[in-house]
């Protein structure tokens, strides 16, 4: 049985171009597809917030039309509904990666929020990623790689990886108002090798110990490749 550490938001808000709050927190399909893949096989999972907050939900992210139908929607409801490491989330700055033997980031926009800017999580995926275990990130949640910097650089630079795009953004409607767009960012603050599939399709991209995924639907692709990864541990 493997360990594998959770990564996730704490906020329950991103504050928008015009200073007002959208409500926001981790993305349902991110967390529980993973989080039901990797217990179903049998391995742990340990939740990790910043000052250990009880992570927030997006709550549109279980809206029947975001969730595959409403029994998607009650199926994703159920998975974190009895996901007891959601209660009791360590603290980031309490952490210790060799305790875990992978890491895993779920998205929503609330990394936008957070985990962009925060020290402890930018430490951790330096280590991480500098161990050569496995680190798993989807979504909106490659935007924790911008805590990595240390006056301007990332070890990132240069990895090929993706992220939700500024397209699919843009489709969603969030790129008026959004303070930023996280593709952008990688791009031009991480130097990442960004690659990406047709919006909304399942994509992965692997360099090295690095695995990310474009969007929502590609949090199951990401939790089998994982499980895939930690046979044998």
Request: hydrophobic share 45%; aromatic share 12%.
């Given at each position: 049985?493997?360990?594998?550490?959770?990564?996730?938001?704490?906020?329950?808000?991103?504050?928008?171009?015009?200073?007002?709050?959208?409500?926001?927190?981790?993305?349902?399909?991110?967390?529980?597809?993973p989080y039901r893949i990797l217990t179903d096989a049998g391995h742990q999972?340990?939740?990790a917030t910043p000052n250990g907050v009880i992570p927030t939900v997006d709550m549109m992210s279980l809206r029947p039309q975001m969730a595959g139908g409403i029994d998607g929607a009650l199926r994703l409801e159920s998975i974190i509904r009895e996901a007891e490491a959601l209660r009791r989330p360590l603290q980031l700055s309490d952490v210790r990666l060799e305790d875990?033997?992978?890491?895993?980031?779920?998205?929503?926009?609330?990394?936008?929020?957070?985990?962009?800017?925060?020290?402890d999580c930018g430490r951790l995926l330096t280590r991480q990623l500098a161990s050569g275990n496995p680190l798993f990130i989807v979504c909106h949640a490659p935007a924790s790689i911008l805590s990595t910097r240390i006056q301007g650089e990332s070890p990132f630079a240069g990895y090929r990886l993706t992220c939700f795009t500024d397209e699919e953004e843009e489709a969603v409607g969030v790129a008026a108002f959004a303070p930023w767009l996280l593709e952008t960012d990688?791009?031009?603050k991480i130097g990442v090798d960004f690659s990406r599939g047709p919006i909304w399709e399942p994509y992965m991209?692997?360099?090295?110990?690095?695995?990310?995924?474009?969007?929502?639907?590609?949090?199951?692709?990401?939790?089998?490749?994982?499980?895939?990864i930690l046979k044998g541990t």
């Open positions: 049985m493997a360990k594998v550490l959770f990564i996730v938001s704490g906020a329950s808000y991103w504050v928008v171009k015009d200073g007002s709050r959208y409500a926001t927190g981790y993305w349902a399909e991110e967390f529980a597809n999972v340990v939740v875990f033997d992978a890491v895993y980031l779920p998205g929503g926009h609330g990394p936008m929020a957070d985990l962009a800017f925060d020290a990688l791009r031009e991209v692997e360099d090295r110990n690095l695995t990310t995924g474009q969007n929502p639907a590609s949090a199951a692709v990401l939790g089998n490749r994982m499980v895939e």
